[in-house]
């Protein structure tokens, strides 16, 4: 394996490439898929919270609709387009939800 720490080697039966352009794949010689770039999406953050009134939060994000095209407004953020339309729980700045 290579990071940003060096070299190292990862003795295992099974490995998932997580790297999200298939590296240890190529770098191994397995064989692999890319998807076109014209159809691929942007990569996107996931995270996940603790001791969130999930209901709440939903509800909130229904009486606040927002789309992937209000990321950006705010930051210099570079899209591919394609996903403007789609949903997103984006919050535009911090807010107390009642």
Request: aromatic share 10%; no cysteine.
């Amino acid at each position: 394996m290579h990071s940003k720490s060096g070299r190292g080697a990862i003795l295992a039966k099974r490995v998932v490439d997580a790297s999200g352009d298939a590296d240890i794949a190529h770098y191994t010689g397995a064989p692999y898929r890319k998807t076109p770039k014209e159809k691929m999406l942007p990569v996107t953050v996931l995270f996940s919270v603790a001791g969130v009134d999930r209901g709440r939060f939903l509800d909130y994000v229904a009486e606040n609709p927002s789309r992937y095209r209000d990321w950006g407004k705010e930051w210099d953020i570079q899209k591919g387009g394609k996903e403007e339309d789609l949903f997103s729980p984006y919050l535009s700045r911090r807010r107390a939800i009642p």
